[in-house]
């Protein structure tokens, strides 16, 4: 028996499928960048991470929910970059990411159902939990040589969140450090260190891009995140310019470029309303530079969204969405 419901109706061909083949296509610009600027490693990791979190849900789903699997629908495969886009690209990373992705999609997703009914990020819970386990290795960064070269530097150096972070923790200023910060070139193009897919702003801007035009996000997350990090840091820094970085570099520098275009707006852990989607990236935005400023760790993005993702239900039910009758 065919049940209509009352009108409006609406209807779009859009399917899980889908979206997740635009995120996958407007991911590649950062995957093509980790490779030019760390080499094979960048690969592998990527590589073994998409394949294990693909593997994982298809055990998990076919031996533990005795269901047919679900990985077709891309969505294993997206977490599975996005994990390998927030690590470095260390050789002592290829058995990590191995741990990252079985956290990912056994703890971050299967563990509350799958698709659509996890509350928090997959590839973030699997990165917060290799952070927490494996600081050293987390935080160990390959210098990358200019990318016509093809070559990665043996050598590591800290990102530049890190270097301010440990200089203002020895009594320095962002002044004594000026010099060793990356160029705006290098900023853009990704010639620094840094995790595989947040070093290039261009990449990561070129691929937000492509989702916002292919409609799968919408610009209230991104521009509230970005918006509101943006004018705290600028606050700070001009209460005292030496002991809080501008604006700028805040947002050119770590992953929040990264966070606001590919993590906060996950459809699943963000809000439904347009009112409530600014309320929570406005709540990203400003988490990330109160970690990063008064936190223990340099970056703060992954934390940010994280305790975002454990908000969402409330604000759900403080901003709802538009009812279409009366």
């Known amino acids: 028996m065919l049940y209509v419901s009352d009108s409006p109706h609406i209807h779009s061909a859009d399917s899980t499928h889908l979206m997740m083949w635009h995120v996958f296509v407007a991911m590649l610009p950062m995957f093509v960048v980790s490779i030019l600027f760390f080499g094979l490693s960048a690969l592998i990791i990527t590589l073994t991470s998409v394949v294990c979190c693909c593997l994982f849900q298809w055990v998990i789903e076919r031996f533990v929910f005795h269901r047919p699997s679900m990985v077709g629908d891309g969505s294993a495969v997206v977490t599975g970059m996005l994990l390998a886009f927030n690590v470095p690209a260390t050789p002592s990373m290829y058995w990590i990411i191995i741990i990252g992705a079985l956290v990912s999609m056994g703890i971050g997703k299967m563990a509350f159902g799958g698709l659509g ?13 290799m952070l927490i386990s494996f600081p050293v290795q987390m935080t160990t960064w390959p210098v990358a040589k200019q ?33 060793q910060l990356p160029s705006w070139g290098s900023y853009v193009l990704g ?36 918006g509101a990090a943006f004018l705290l840091s600028g606050l700070l820094w001009l209460v005292d310019a030496d002991m809080y970085l501008d604006p700028l570099h805040t947002l050119l520098s770590g992953g929040l470029l990264l966070g606001a275009f590919f993590m906060a707006t996950d459809m699943v852990t963000s809000p439904m309303s347009h009112s409530g989607q600014l309320v929570f990236g406005i709540g990203c935005g400003l988490l990330t530079v109160v970690i990063r400023t008064w936190g223990a760790y340099p970056e703060g993005v992954s934390f940010a969204i994280l305790l975002m993702n454990a908000v969402t239900p409330l604000i759900n039910k403080g901003f709802r969405p538009k009812r279409f009758s009366a």
Not at 120 to 129: M, S, T
């Open 147 to 179: 990318w016509i070269s093809g070559q990665v530097d043996a050598m590591t150096g800290p990102t530049p969140l890190g270097l301010i972070k440990e200089t203002i923790a020895n009594g320095g200023t962002i002044a004594d450090v000026s010099s």
């Open 191 to 226: 010639s620094m260190g840094g995790s595989l897919g947040e070093v290039s702003a261009l990449a990561i801007i070129a691929g937000g891009v492509y989702l916002l035009c292919c409609k799968v996000i919408t610009w209230r997350i991104p521009v509230s995140f970005i």
């Open 117 to 129: 009914h996890n509350p928090f990020n997959p590839a973030l819970v699997g990165r917060v939990f």
